[in-house]
């Protein structure tokens, strides 16, 4: 590739997986209007609200969309051949449908109050409510079932991507930062999501996609450690990403 734009990358992207940019639009929430700008080169530094899932979408990274990164290349595969049982990862169930073999139960994570009004909290695992993902899908995006969790996002500070309610899957098992992609936190005991970049001196820089009420947050490596800061795993699915 000649240029590293993220016009010409987006176009390859949606060449390869053969989208039109009218779906495109349906299935990220980006609006088509925006989509058929950026293509046209007429959006040259997109918001990081409107490439976060597009880049999702095409299982790359905002900097690997953005022109900053390389994008490895991967054969085409034509939606009619292509395995429809491994594009889902979790499936309709109530608590009367049995477990299959090839599915696993997905714990949520909850913030649990120390003390009766200490205000204090910690993270644990939510012993009742449960997500079914399949085994196989998990580990086909390099996940072990046993380290994935599920979290609610709470608040409007990821907005428009995510709102208030929604629910992401996060891989306890990855903790490495690639700069602008989705990380659970634990802050204090509070559970956060946000996008994490990483500062120099081993800080972290957290960023809302609501950035008109949520400015971006710097924590050096000792402020982290003040702050109980740490975390959680990278976040691999999201119920507003496709």
Known sequence: MQTTTIHTILKRLITRE???????????????????????????????????????HFGVTTEQLRGRQPIEERPIIPAETADQHELPLISVWD?????????????????????????RTVIQENGELK??????????HG??????????????????VLHHGATVGVDR???????GDLYALSHAGQLRVKQVYR??????????????????????????????????????WGAMFF
């Open 131 to 140: 997500l079914r993902f399949g085994k196989r899908s998990l580990r086909k």
């Open 95 to 119: 608590d009367e449908t049995p477990l299959d073999d090839d599915e696993v139960e997905v714990p949520f994570l909850r913030e649990v109050e120390l003390a009766a009004g200490s205000g």
């Open 199 to 236: 500062i120099p001196g081993g800080g972290i820089r957290l960023r809302s996609f609501n950035r008109d009420e949520h400015p971006d947050e710097e924590y050096s490596i000792e402020q982290m450690r003040e702050q109980d800061i740490a975390l959680i795993g990278r976040v691999f």
């Open 18 to 56: 053969g989208i039109s940019p009218t779906e495109l639009s349906r299935v990220t929430g980006v609006g088509q209007s925006t989509i058929s700008r950026i293509l046209n080169g007429k959006i040259k530094v997109p918001t990081d609200e409107q490439v976060y899932p597009l880049a999702k």
């Open 173 to 179: 098992g990855n903790r490495e930062i690639v700069d």
């Open 143 to 160: 996940i072990q079932p046993s380290n994935a969790v599920c979290v609610t996002i709470h608040g409007n500070s990821m907005e428009p």
